[in-house]
């Protein structure tokens, strides 16, 4: 497990490094995509908010509350980006494990249901949750 993390890690960095840049993130588009809005382009994923707060007060729900996530986001990994960092748990979510939440229970299949366009729109919202 810990080295199909390396190797997720390791080819996120490698495509970094190829120029293939991810798109400009659209924040209203993330906030439709994440509330279940606007559809995503693979029907099968599920939206965000039906696992996700992004109000302190309204708790904790299936999975973490995101509120002050951008803030957050920054600081859990030494050395990497806010942007990194909500890339990486979105694409592979055990990666990185919040304190008091176990391993599997977010969907797994975001890196083949999204296009990068999501993704970008996703985490420029939650770059947004201060």
Do not use: K, W
């Not at 904790?60 to 030494?78: D, E, F, K, Q």
């Amino acid at each position: 497990m810990l080295y199909q993390r390396f190797l997720f890690a390791l080819l996120l960095l490698l495509s970094a490094c190829a120029g293939s840049a991810a798109p400009t993130g659209d924040a209203e588009r993330g906030r439709q995509l994440f509330n279940g809005e606007q559809s995503f382009t693979s029907a099968n994923a599920p939206v965000c908010a039906n696992c996700h707060f992004v109000r302190a007060e309204d708790g904790v729900m299936l999975g973490p509350n995101l509120a002050g996530v951008a803030s957050a986001a920054g600081t859990r990994v030494v050395g990497q980006s806010a942007e990194q960092y909500l890339r990486t748990t979105l694409l592979d979510p055990d990666a990185y494990l919040v304190e008091g939440f176990q391993e599997g229970i977010m969907y797994r299949g975001y890196e083949e249901a999204l296009t990068q366009q999501e993704v970008s729109d996703l985490i420029a919202y939650l770059l947004t949750l201060q």
